[in-house]
């Protein structure tokens, strides 16, 4: 169902506790996994390629501990703007991204609402 899943991973506290739920669903699925990282210049703890390379070894190395092999991007820009265009160009199934805030409001867009609103697959949410 899910041959391929993206999973946008930063910083975020967040973002490390939805690697088991990413993981969970690669496993049943026996999906490929593709991680992906944005350098954004807007935010300082995502601004240098180095943090971003250093991230995605780190989480690399978790889902290879896991038995898991996956993919790694990395993409320089808005992070909505570029996961989006990432599953497009992978075709990705699903997305699986970290959010604090489910909420879909048009005042404060998270970014789990802007891809709720733009991607063009399904974007799991994990809370």
Same mark, same amino acid.
């Given at each position: 169902?899910?041959?391929?899943?993206?999973?946008?991973?930063?910083?975020?506290? +967040?973002?490390?506790?939805?690697?088991?739920?990413?993981?969970?669903?690669?496993?049943?699925?026996?999906?490929?996994?593709?991680?992906?990282?944005?350098?954004? *210049?807007?935010? *300082?703890?995502m601004a240098?390629?180095?943090?971003?390379?250093?991230?995605?070894?780190?989480?690399?190395?978790?889902?290879?501990?896991?038995?898991?092999?996956?993919?790694?991007?990395?993409?320089?820009?808005?992070?909505?703007?570029?996961?989006?265009?990432?599953?497009? +160009?992978?075709?990705?199934?699903?997305?699986?991204?970290?959010?604090?805030?489910?909420?879909?409001?048009?005042?404060?867009?998270?970014?789990?609402?802007?891809?709720?609103?733009?991607?063009?697959? *399904?974007?799991?949410?994990?809370?």
């Amino acid at each position: 169902m899910f041959a391929t899943v993206l999973f946008p991973i930063d910083r975020s506290q +967040e973002a490390a506790e939805s690697v088991s739920k990413a993981l969970q669903l690669v496993q049943e699925h026996n999906s490929r996994l593709v991680l992906l990282s944005v350098v954004d *210049p807007a935010n *300082p703890a995502m601004a240098t390629e180095a943090t971003v390379a250093q991230l995605l070894a780190t989480v690399q190395k978790g889902f290879q501990q896991a038995g898991v092999t996956c993919d790694v991007v990395e993409r320089q820009g808005n992070p909505a703007f570029v996961i989006c265009d990432v599953a497009d +160009e992978l075709s990705a199934d699903v997305i699986v991204v970290a959010s604090r805030d489910t909420t879909v409001d048009d005042r404060a867009p998270t970014m789990a609402s802007q891809l709720i609103r733009m991607a063009p697959c *399904p974007v799991l949410v994990v809370p």
